[in-house]
């Protein structure tokens, strides 16, 4: 018996150009490069340049995505765009990226799940793929949080960076076993209790500004292991796979010691793991599209490799995705 699966045809990524280092912030704020790297493993980060907006770096990284999949744009017929930084309060920043790519039939909306964006939007285009609704998808994980960012407060400003990632993909028509190539599971969790410990503290509805990231960065850490690994295991319990099936593990690059802390505790061999947060920062929905565009492009992840995708955000939100390339 047959199913249909949501197929990755292809990937790219987008990184502004300008470079902001751990030593030059340590020369506006009280830090030091050994302060962050210790606690984070970020090094540096990219930041958009003034005028560069999200859907920018979104358009870079769909037009990336559509040439290694060897598409043209017209072949899209549904655009999901995680961001936690859109260009406007509304129209969604995903119909910019639809009116540059010259596309003016079916559907594109932005998706709000802050750094498991990408997880999110993926499990959201692949339940249209698999009901029929469409036939491909772009999802893209698109941010600039440096606009969001208050830069004197070092315990957030030396974490974040911008910019975006994209994946093509189609749906198809597969075997309907565990090697079936495509998306074959995802979980996705919220809760809204937590929302103290990761937030912006502005918003249309209640300040009438952006506002600036606030966290709790600590209490963060505190849950961000065993949430992540929760979904995790559902998904290996979906599948009938285990960490030893899995060929290469992209988590949100967040904090190097939390990727590091899941990874052990889910027994998954360190030579598997993907890390990207010290070139790029936390990117926070494009931070898993970046990582597996360059896991990628240096041929680490191949055809018919199993990947693992995990991600975690303010509200909070975390969830897991289990792709066979």
Known sequence: ????????????????????????????????????????????????????????????????????????????????????????????????????????????????????????????????????????????????????LDWNDRGTC????????????????????????????????SDGRHKAKLFVDGGPSTTQTVGHLRMEGREVFKHAVGMITDVIVDAFNATGTTAE????????????RIIDASAHKLHIAPQKVVLTVDQHGNTSAASIPLALAVAVKDGRVKKGDLVLFEAMGGGFTWGSALVRW
């Open 1 to 148: 018996m047959t199913a249909k699966r949501s197929v990755v045809l292809g990937c790219g990524s987008y990184l502004p150009q300008k470079v902001l280092t751990n030593a030059e912030l340590a020369a506006r704020i009280d830090t030091s490069d050994e302060w962050i790297v210790q606690r984070t493993g970020i090094r540096e980060r990219h930041i958009a340049a003034e005028g560069e907006f999200t859907s920018d770096l979104a358009l870079h990284a769909a037009r990336a995505a559509l040439d290694h999949a060897g598409l043209d744009a017209q072949a899209i017929d549904l655009i999901v765009l995680a961001t936690s930084t859109p260009d406007n309060t509304f129209p969604a920043t995903a119909v910019a990226v639809q009116n540059g790519l010259g596309i003016n039939h079916g559907a594109a909306f932005d998706l709000q799940a802050v750094c498991s964006g990408f997880v999110f939007a993926l499990a959201t285009a692949d339940n249209f793929l698999r009901a029929g609704a469409y036939k491909r998808a772009l999802v893209i994980g698109a941010e600039t949080f440096s606009r969001i």
């Open 245 to 256: 099936d899995i060929d290469w593990f992209i988590p949100h690059q967040a904090n190097k």
């Open 158 to 189: 030396v974490l974040f960076g911008d910019g975006a990632g994209a994946v093509v993909l189609e749906a198809q028509d597969q075997p309907g076993k565990p090697s079936d190539r495509g998306v074959l599971t995802t979980h996705l969790r």
